[in-house]
């Protein structure tokens, strides 16, 4: 196996120019406010809007809705308004977004952990199909995403989801969303730690928090206690990885400041060891660092990212311990490099005994109806328990030796692969231009239209490892396109002189895995669009010629190649 020698390391963003201006930093500049989010978040906090949907809105409909309650608060309940249909990519810049809005709604329901039972999916199922025109997506970050929902709809919603454990609570907005968590915690026969308590203490103590329910923009989590690193922590606000502390025992790594979108940049260690029962109380001191000194002036300069840049590592350690801990934590080594996928498809054993089968949609479409018969399929087998992930699959436990193979078969049949291709595997689609205002581009069609041709194309070919393809509608990245072996963005391209919707191309990105030993982000070539009908003509021509030149002798993985390929070779 060759090292990664041969790809660039981590990209650091540079830090934010001086600037004359006070960055609405609260610790620094005060809580004057700097625009105009910022403004309506001090005049009503968006836990508040929860009441006017319940008794003003649900009763006099989308024409009632207060505009900044629609385009703000809103999201803090898991509530964006969808895109219009009709619209092409090209009016996405140019249209206000009352324009581009649709009278309906995404519901996002926010699943920490991603830990669902039958009970809960069946419940989520029968909101999709009764109120959702049938509509489920699984996403990126565990979560379920419904579309056509309307407001009227959403206290019976609401009703039926809390009815069960689940919720909508900061599931969008300006706020702490839901906390990634290994799909196989508490049950995998490999991991060193079961993070699921530190979840529930962070969600328990902080989801619904009004002291925190203010940021400067999104804060994304990410626990895991698994070895294979399964929650894409590079890419986090804040994560904590499982190490064994050669004095201290098993407890986690802790990482801040990850983030993509338009400025992609990865987390960094802190060099610290947080011990289990420490895990929440870090977790809400750099919520409270961002809080307090994230930047609140610029909309696009908001992330936490960027202040990590301003200060690095060793003093945002320093300001967590001296000003939100009280105490020093002890120094701690970082966790090995992954030895298997992260993604968990296949049959694996599990601690007990019993399996987990962990399967994929073609980039994380289902519907309604395809959940309600997956947890009737589930509770035929013998269990109640399921897992969603951070890759847009789906993780079925407890599953008896004897009844794997009859499981697989009936995952089969709901078009849940468990021994998917390796370009099916590794692929995955944002919302798109189908439902998303921000979209340019379509997304989930195009993408699984690409993945049936590549299937066949590339039946005879043995390819090493899977090749991921992460597919989106715009340059934000919400399917991550700059980690992705081939990662598409959304634009309008101009080919054989005639401007149509396409892709630009990333190749060479990923996270750590047993293919790398650190996470990258990937290359761009100068000029090269692909049409966004042209999706597997051109990974078909990249992945051939890769299959070509590869050093098959240091087993060289795409993302090696990629990085060291002529760009011609690239085209």
Request: charged share 25%; hydrophobic share 35%.
């Amino acid at each position: 196996m060759v090292t990664t020698s041969q790809i660039p390391p981590r990209a650091a963003a540079r830090p934010p120019r001086p600037s004359s201006k006070p960055n609405g930093q609260w610790k620094i500049d005060g809580r004057t406010p700097l625009n105009g989010n910022e403004e309506w978040k001090q005049v009503d906090d968006g836990l508040a809007v929860r009441g006017r949907i319940e008794d003003i809105y649900a009763t006099g409909g989308f024409a009632s809705i207060d505009p900044t309650d629609l385009h703000g608060r809103f999201r803090v309940w898991g509530l964006y308004t969808q895109r219009k249909p009709g619209i092409d990519g090209g009016r996405t810049a140019t249209l206000t977004p009352e324009e581009l809005e649709d009278e309906y709604f995404m519901l996002r329901v926010r699943i920490d952990g991603g830990q669902l039972t039958t009970e809960q999916l069946r419940v989520i199922a029968g909101i999709s199909q009764e109120f959702g025109r049938d509509t489920a997506d699984l996403t990126d970050r565990q979560n379920v995403q419904l579309h056509w929902v309307e407001v009227e709809s959403m206290p019976e919603i609401w009703r039926r989801l809390e009815a069960v454990g689940l919720g909508t609570t900061e599931a969008c907005g300006d706020v702490p969303r839901v906390v990634l968590g290994s799909p196989v915690a508490g049950i995998s026969a490999d991991e060193l730690i079961d993070p699921t308590p530190q979840i529930d203490e962070i969600t328990s103590r902080f989801i619904g928090d009004p002291t925190l329910s203010n940021l400067p923009r999104k804060f994304k989590s990410a626990i895991t206690g698994h070895p294979n690193q399964d929650v894409v922590h590079e890419i986090n606000d804040v994560a904590f990885v499982a190490v064994d502390h050669p004095e201290l025992g098993i407890g986690y790594d802790l990482w801040v400041g990850g983030g993509l979108s338009t400025a992609p940049r990865l987390g960094e260690r802190l060099g610290v060891f947080v011990a289990p029962e420490r895990v929440a109380d870090a977790w809400h001191g750099v919520a409270q660092i961002f809080r307090d000194y994230g930047y609140r002036r610029l909309r696009n300069k908001a992330r936490l990212k960027f202040l990590l840049a301003e200060w690095g590592p060793a003093k945002f350690r320093q300001v967590l311990q001296d000003e939100y801990l009280g105490y020093a934590l002890p120094d701690g080594p970082a966790a090995p490099k992954p030895a298997a996928p992260g993604d968990h498809v296949g049959i694996h054993p599990q601690k007990d005994g019993r399996f987990y089968v962990g399967a994929t949609p073609i980039v994380g479409r289902v519907s309604g109806t395809t959940l309600a018969r997956l947890a009737d399929l589930i509770e035929e087998h013998g269990s109640t328990r399921l897992r969603t992930t951070p890759h847009q699959k789906v993780v079925i436990l407890d599953i008896p030796e004897d009844r794997v193979e009859s499981l697989v078969a009936g995952l089969d049949d709901l078009g849940l692969q468990a021994r998917p291709s390796l370009i099916r595997r590794g692929t995955i689609a944002c919302t798109g231009i189908e439902f998303c205002k921000l979209a340019i581009v379509e997304t989930k069609v195009n993408a699984t239209a690409a993945v049936l041709e590549l299937e066949d194309r590339l039946a005879g070919f043995d390819l090493p490892h899977p090749i991921s393809l992460h597919v989106n509608g715009c340059p934000n990245s919400c399917a991550r396109i700059q980690t992705a072996d081939i990662g598409l963005k959304g634009q309008l391209v101009t080919i054989d002189g005639e401007q149509v919707p396409g892709y630009q191309v990333h190749l060479g990105g990923g996270l750590a895995s047993q293919d790398r030993d650190e996470a990258g982000l990937g290359r761009t070539v100068r000029g090269l669009k692909v049409a966004a009908d042209g999706i597997a003509d051109y990974v078909d021509r990249v992945v051939h010629r890769f299959l070509d030149e590869r050093d098959a002798a240091t087993d060289e993985t795409f993302a090696q190649w990629a990085h060291r390929a002529d760009e011609e070779v690239l085209q």
